[in-house]
């Protein structure tokens, strides 16, 4: 479930891999990444509240904060709600998918989640653009709306 959540933090809202539109300006740029078949990375992203794997604070990105609707189109659970907070803590809801929830870290366009429950952290690629119907998270050029799905 962790793959498909995170193909998931890649999976809610859309699969569309271009830009919102022809105004779109990038906050953040990304691309598409994962940690290796271990499940292990050496980016140095610590996933867990106030750590970026050196021993130094890694602030959350104030435009990360807040829930995002969105993911694959194509999936049977349909989209997900994502929370990101300033701690550093992660949720991430579906009706059908129920709750799952854990910690994250960023540094420069590189997310890591870790569930809890789960050893090993989910590296993602992400990036912020503004468009004429308001912020756009891409997850692994997975679209996110602001706001709950549930709304």
């Given at each position: 479930m962790t793959l498909a959540l995170l193909?998931?933090?890649g999976a809610c809202g859309s699969d569309d891999s271009g830009t919102a539109d022809s105004g779109t300006s990038a906050r953040n740029q990304g691309g598409s990444s994962r940690a290796d078949a271990s499940g292990s990375s050496n980016s140095g992203i610590t996933a867990r509240s106030g750590g970026n794997g050196n021993g130094e604070p890694s602030p959350v990105p104030e435009v990360?904060?807040?829930e995002?609707?969105?993911?694959?189109?194509?999936?049977?659970?349909?989209?997900?709600t994502y929370s990101f907070s300033r701690s550093g803590k992660f949720m991430a809801r579906n009706p059908i998918g129920g709750v799952r929830s854990g910690f994250f870290g960023t540094s420069g366009n590189t997310m890591a989640v870790?569930?809890?429950?789960?050893?090993?952290?989910v590296m993602s690629k992400w990036r912020v653009e503004n468009s004429s119907v308001g912020e756009i998270l891409f997850?692994?050029?997975?679209s996110y709306v602001r706001g709950s799905c549930e709304s």
């Open positions: 193909s998931g933090l990360l904060i807040g995002w609707c969105g993911g694959s189109n194509h999936t049977p659970e349909g989209h997900w870790k569930f809890e429950g789960q050893s090993d952290s997850i692994n050029e997975f």
